[in-house]
Each structure stands twice: as structure tokens, then as C-alpha cells.
């Protein structure tokens, strides 16, 4: 998922995170969300942040449920232009 936000006069510097997390029951895509994902979109707009927060949680849900597989490859960019999200 690609975002094309507008981030207001707030600068946000360019950030970048590659990692993989270990999916299961007792995998918690919202402890993913606030440890590792949400402190790179410091300085968006809040409704540009609920909207990845959304994004991610049912991408990172779906791969939890549905994939079999035993890991998530994640990454994260985040530009003063886009925000890409892939899992």
C-alpha cells in the first residue's frame, strides 16, 4: 500500500524500516503497530497516521490469519511524498 499524503506544514524526514516479525497466536499486530511502525510517521497529520494504523493492522491480520506462514516480512518508507507500506 502507497499513501501520497499531505503532511501540513509539519516536515517529515525521510525513514525506512525492514523488518520481519514472527507470526502465531500470539501475535499482536497492534503491539507492531505502536512498537515499530507508528513512531516513523512522527510529524504526519493524525488522519494520514489512522489511516496507515488501519492499513497495516488488516494487512498484518490477514498475513497472521491466512498466509500459514510462519513470518512476515515487513517494510515501511516514509518520505516528505509517500508513505509505502509492505508486507
Known amino acids: 500500500v502507497t499513501f501520497s499524503p499531505t503532511l501540513g506544514s509539519q516536515s517529515t524526514s525521510a525513514s525506512a524500516a525492514d523488518f520481519i516479525e514472527e507470526l502465531g497466536p500470539e501475535f499482536s499486530e497492534a503491539d507492531v503497530w505502536v512498537q515499530r511502525v507508528k513512531p516513523l510517521l512522527a ?3 493524525e488522519n494520514v ?3 496507515c494504523e488501519y492499513s497495516f493492522t488488516e494487512m ?5 490469519d491466512h498466509s500459514g506462514a510462519p513470518h512476515a516480512s515487513v517494510r515501511v518508507e516514509v518520505t516528505e511524498e509517500i ?3 509492505e508486507i
Not at 498484518?60 to 497472521?64: E, I, Q, R, S, V
Open 49 to 51: 497516521v489512522l489511516l
Open 60 to 64: 498484518m491480520n490477514n498475513a497472521n
Open 43 to 45: 510529524g504526519c497529520q
Open 83 to 85: 508513505i509505502s507500506i
